[in-house]
């Protein structure tokens, strides 16, 4: 079983549309849960970042973390073409700030 | 602030052949991430350092990458001799004191041929 697992995709909603996009993981010992977005030919740029169970808000984004379940969300609400990109889910602990990814989920938003 | 800056962007080189990339992170930042990302899957750690220390190298392919980041600024990571599943792109993160939070650079895009 890999460490954090990620529904590649791909996934194609129109504009408007709510997003939901999910991570599972294996390891108890992650601490921090994280959200990158990247878009084609670019480095991941961080979207959201949690450290503790529950949600987290920010705009449009909501990240949702269940530890006892060791499953985390992203929901994109009033989803933009400009939300296309793939998203990739990370997670860390330990003092070394190590991180483990997603494989990541294409997502595009058509108008 | 800048961000984390990477070159060259692009690079083709046939198998066996070598190849450098080099990175410079953000002003400031003690810690140094190069990862490995191949087309569809997620990016994955080579190698972290800490100033000019290496805190985590376990899954560099030492017979054939290796790294350096002599004066704790910019780094550089290697590939020799290059084979085709090298092929992928090579990404470059840093993070400040006490920070999780990678800034990455739009990483190197190489190819082997």
């Known amino acids: 079983q890999k460490e954090v697992e990620q529904d590649p995709g791909p996934l194609s909603v129109p504009e408007g549309a709510i997003v939901s996009l999910n991570c599972t993981y294996s390891n108890s010992a992650f601490q921090y849960f994280m959200w990158y977005r990247q878009y084609s030919r670019k480095g991941p740029e961080l979207l959201m970042y949690t450290y503790s169970s529950g949600n987290k808000e920010d705009g449009r984004f909501t990240a949702q973390v269940d530890k006892s379940s060791k499953y985390i969300s992203l929901f994109i609400r009033d989803s933009q073409p400009s939300d296309s990109a793939t998203y990739l889910c990370?997670?860390?602990?330990?003092?070394?700030?190590?991180?483990?990814f997603g494989k990541g989920t294409l997502l595009t938003v058509n108008p | 602030e800048a961000g984390v800056a990477q070159s060259p962007r692009y690079k083709i080189i046939e198998k066996r052949q070598s190849v450098a990339f080099w990175c410079n992170p953000i002003s400031g930042h003690a810690t140094l991430y190069w990862y490995q990302q191949i087309l569809g899957q997620g990016p994955k750690l080579l190698i972290q350092f800490q100033n000019n220390g290496v805190v985590d190298d376990s899954q560099l392919p030492k017979d054939r990458f290796s790294a350096e980041r002599l004066k704790g600024v910019d780094s550089t990571l290697k590939i020799q001799p290059a084979k085709l599943e090298d092929s992928a792109v090579y990404l470059c993160?840093?993070?400040?004191?006490?920070?999780?939070?990678?800034?990455f650079g739009p990483g190197t895009r190489l190819l082997v041929l």
């Open positions: 993160a840093s993070t400040g004191g006490g920070g999780e939070t990678q800034y």
């Open positions: 990370a997670m860390g602990g330990g003092s070394n700030y190590k991180l483990t």
